[in-house]
């Protein structure tokens, strides 16, 4: 078992920046990719960018277009996504989920944190 939270999500204006945190424990070396996904309401759930912790290897959605971030402390089990430019289009619930390859579809992954809230005021 793999337990995700994230956090650092709020409410900021538009072109602002946000640095969200996705905080794992348990069995994480049987989870190489963490993957961030966000949904805003009424909207499926979408791939924002991953990356695994062995390599730092990372991908990105294609309209994500330089704004966002991913990264890891290794030494933290933490992921962050630090995320500039952001427009109110990007106002949603975040989550991080892990699986043991790295993937876009939401589906595939494994686990699953409880999300938190990014609010983008124009």
């Known amino acids: 078992q793999v337990q995700l939270v994230e956090s650092g999500g709020g409410l900021v204006q538009a072109g602002g920046s946000l640095r969200l945190s996705c905080a794992a424990s348990?069995?994480?070396?049987?989870?190489?990719?963490v993957g961030w996904f966000r949904q805003a309401p009424g909207k499926e759930r979408e791939f924002v960018a991953a990356?695994?912790?062995?390599?730092?290897?990372?991908r990105y959605a294609d309209y994500i277009k330089g704004r966002f971030t991913v990264s890891r402390a290794v030494a933290k089990n933490t992921v962050y996504l630090q995320m500039s430019s952001l427009k109110p289009e990007d106002a949603a619930v975040y989550y991080c989920?892990?699986?043991?390859?790295?993937?876009?579809?939401?589906?595939?992954?494994?686990?699953w944190g409880r999300g938190t809230q990014v609010t983008v005021s124009s």
């Open positions: 989920a892990a699986r043991g390859l790295i993937a876009t579809i939401a589906s595939l992954y494994d686990y």
């Open positions: 348990g069995r994480t070396f049987s989870s190489d990719a």
């Open positions: 990356i695994t912790w062995s390599r730092g290897a990372t």
